[in-house]
């Protein structure tokens, strides 16, 4: 008998895998990816990739090689983080408070070919309210002690020094199974905060 579950769940993995061959992400012609973003089989159920400072992918085609007649649907989800700003260096506090948007149906274009949208559209104001002694804290937890003076200089300005920014752009592809949308991965994109 547990053979006959782990040789069904191989045989259901194999189904939801095969459908789908290849996951692109190609910029249009005003942004840029330093690295190709070619996705191919098999896919684990999440995928990290850090980007440059200078990658966008906002605006990019997200294109996903699989047969014609197969269901599959693609959605967008964007989270902030706050960085420390000290005009040039900065520290991200990526594991600390967020912004996380809810899932954004992305929209074909042609069969299996998606549009993302500008990442300034998206409203991402939810970033939770927290004091300055909060701020210390999770910066002194990022090993950020060199950043402790800035805090108290004169010259120190929440809206110059604290900035808050996408910090991740996730993409989700899901496909029908048997009358259910199940998720074949997520592509994580870890943007960089900073200047």
Same mark, same amino acid.
């Given at each position: 008998m547990k053979?006959m579950?782990?040789?069904l769940m191989c045989?259901?993995?194999?189904?939801?895998?095969a459908?789908?061959? %290849?996951?692109?992400? !190609?910029p249009n012609?005003?942004?840029s990816?330093? *690295?190709?973003v070619n996705?191919?089989q098999?896919? *684990? $159920?999440?995928?990290?990739i850090p980007?440059?400072?200078?990658?966008?992918i906002?605006n990019a085609?997200?294109?996903?090689?699989?047969?014609?007649? $197969?269901k599959?649907?693609?959605?967008?989800q964007l989270e902030?983080?706050?960085?420390?700003?000290d005009?040039g260096?900065?520290? $991200?506090?990526l594991d #600390?408070k967020h912004?996380?948007?809810? #899932?954004l149906?992305?929209h074909?274009t042609?069969?299996?070919? /998606?549009k993302?949208p500008?990442?300034?559209? !998206?409203?991402?104001?939810c970033?939770?309210e927290v004091?300055?002694?909060e701020? *210390?804290q999770?910066?002194l937890q990022?090993?950020?002690?060199e #950043?402790?003076p800035l805090?108290d200089r $004169?010259? /120190?300005n *929440?809206?110059?020094?604290?900035l808050i920014?996408?910090s991740a752009?996730?993409i989700?592809? %899901?496909?029908m199974? %048997?009358?259910k949308?199940?998720v074949?991965?997520i592509?994580?994109?870890?943007?960089p905060?900073g200047?």
């Open positions: 053979h579950v782990i040789c045989l259901f993995s194999s189904m939801l895998s459908a789908i061959n %290849e996951i692109n992400i !190609i012609a005003t942004n990816i330093s *690295k190709a996705l191919v098999p896919f *684990k $159920d999440r995928i990290t980007l440059e400072i200078q990658d966008q906002a085609s997200l294109i996903i090689v699989a047969n014609k007649n $197969d599959i649907r693609a959605s967008l902030t983080s706050m960085s420390i700003q005009e260096p900065h520290l $991200d506090l #600390w912004c996380t948007s809810d #899932w149906t992305l074909n042609v069969t299996h070919q /998606f993302l500008g990442f300034d559209n !998206i409203a991402l104001d970033f939770p004091t300055l002694a701020i *210390k999770a910066v990022h090993d950020g002690e #950043w402790m805090f $004169d010259s /120190f *929440k809206e110059m020094n604290l920014g996408i752009a996730r989700k592809i %899901e496909q199974v %048997e009358g949308w199940m074949v991965t592509v994580n994109f870890n943007i905060i200047c």
